[in-house]
């Protein structure tokens, strides 16, 4: 089940908001969600949600027995364990095909491959639950007792699939301690509306157009002109990140309508001026996951800088094998590391002397080139995209069909350009200060917040009918 799914939001989503609008007292409302959550992940498959279930009970005792157990020494023993299993249940289930394929090639055993699927949503709420743990261990918020409770922490329905990955210290209180507030309950409409029209509309007609123009098949890939690879690749760019914020749009809004209040997850990372600056806007949630958990434990930049640049390699290499167990994942990571490593050293202070626009076309050409890599989970595809990038495959500049391609979806470029800055944010922002500051088309300000939610929840559901393509990146992580 999707957010993005005609099912979702006029079925499983309204009847969850009436049955918790009806339900009286907090534990009751809690219950209706974690019911709610349960069922929505079991939609997935019902045989992960004891996997799921094994997983946040593993992280209530172990959280527990730190808490007892500080005193004697042996919290940072229980530690370990979590970690230990928390760990190993994801890299069996997301990296032991990888690792055996790697093996079965070095070592040429006749062993054939698992085959293991890969259960939804369990990157990120391993991260939560192992975030939750050690916090617990440095003291930074009290074992929840209540097992039910961390339960509805994990499985939440809102993030539990894909994000953001949220701290449990950020809704510690607000798990036995909320209440709605209608001009949250507003907002929280608002901005998931935004959020499924910029899934159903935007993301979904940029995978269209980039699923055509870049094919899986290597064979299929030659084929297309240098152009329509070009055109095909901005459009994915623009997919994935339209993608992915939406959906973090959609939780942040529903987490509103029932009281909580989520962590921006991405903050306009396409107007970046350095791959620095880019990665402190996209996937925010994971980025200071990884900060915290891992950059700072190892030191930081407190031991020199010899060990920064080793921290900072530890660093890319498990964010990259954190989206995937492929090879192109992995040299995605390193990729980036490459040029934090040269604006860390050298090439920042540069670009702080050149004029804004070219540091932003330096940092989204970068970008741009990370995503061809992203993409291409077969290195052979890899190469052949770049070739044909250039021309190299004897495959012409453009032909008749990219042309039209391009032309019947210039429209949906723009706005998708648009949509990817804060131009349309500033524009609703300027018109609100006219009315506070000059008391000034009050109307106009009345007639934007009324009308929007409605009218955006219209499109989407015109995008939605009939449309059967409509796939979600990040259910992959």
């Not at 209608?182 to 699923?211: P, Q, S, W």
């Not at 690879?229 to 901005?234: A, E, H, R």
Request: with cysteine; glycine share 6%; charged share 15%.
């Amino acid at each position: 089940m999707v957010f993005s799914s005609l099912f979702f939001v006029f079925f499983f989503l309204a009847l969850n908001l009436i049955a918790y609008h009806f339900a009286d007292g907090i534990k009751r409302k809690n219950m209706v969600l974690l019911g709610f959550s349960l069922v929505f992940y079991a939609w997935g498959g019902p045989k992960y949600l004891l996997l799921l279930l094994s997983m946040v009970f593993a992280s209530w005792i172990f959280a527990l027995l730190i808490d007892q157990y500080r005193e004697s020494g042996r919290s940072k023993l229980f530690l370990i364990c979590d970690c230990v299993f928390m760990l190993g249940l994801l890299c069996i289930f997301k990296y032991l095909t990888f690792f055996s394929s790697i093996t079965n090639t070095i070592f040429h055993f006749p062993k054939e491959i698992p085959q293991i699927a890969l259960p939804i949503g369990i990157s990120f709420y391993t991260f939560q639950l192992l975030s939750y743990v050690i916090d617990v261990y440095r003291e930074e918020v009290e074992p929840q007792r209540k097992f039910v409770n961390l339960l509805l922490y994990a499985s939440l329905f809102h993030q539990c699939i894909a994000g953001p990955i949220v701290r449990y210290q950020l809704v510690a209180d607000e798990i036995e301690n909320r209440k709605v507030k209608m001009d949250e309950l507003y907002k929280g409409i608002k901005r998931f509306t935004i959020g499924l029209a910029k899934k159903a509309i935007l993301a979904n007609g940029c995978a269209t157009v980039a699923d055509t123009l870049v094919p899986t098949l290597a064979s299929d890939i030659a084929e297309i002109p240098a152009a329509g690879l070009w055109i095909g690749m901005l459009f994915y760019a623009l997919q994935i990140y339209l993608d992915f914020s939406a959906y973090s749009d959609m939780a942040i809004g529903m987490g509103l309508m029932v009281g909580f209040h989520y962590d921006e997850n991405f903050n306009y990372p396409y107007i970046s001026g350095s791959i620095k600056e880019f990665w402190n806007r996209w996937h925010i949630s994971l980025g200071t996951f990884f900060r915290d958990y891992v950059y700072i434990p190892l030191g930081g930049n407190r031991k020199g800088a010899r060990r920064r640049t080793i921290n900072l390699l530890i660093v890319w290499s498990l964010t990259g094998f954190w989206h995937g167990a492929s090879w192109n994942f992995i040299f995605w990571g390193l990729y980036f590391f490459l040029f934090i490593y040269m604006e860390n050293t050298f090439l920042l202070e540069k670009l702080s002397h050149l004029p804004r626009f070219v540091s932003h076309l330096y940092a989204m050409i970068v970008v741009y080139f990370g995503w061809v890599l992203f993409r291409c989970e077969s290195l052979g595809n890899l190469g052949t995209i770049l070739k044909g990038m250039f021309g190299l495959n004897h495959n012409g500049f453009i032909d008749l069909s990219t042309s039209v391609l391009f032309q019947n979806n210039l429209y949906l470029l723009i706005f998708c350009i648009i949509a990817s800055t804060p131009l349309l944010k500033n524009i609703g922002t300027y018109i609100k200060r006219l009315d506070l500051v000059h008391y000034r088309i009050p109307y106009l300000t009345y007639a934007y917040e009324i009308v929007i939610p409605p009218v955006l929840l219209i499109l989407s559901l015109l995008a939605l009918v009939g449309n059967s393509y409509n796939p979600f990146l990040y259910f992959q992580f």
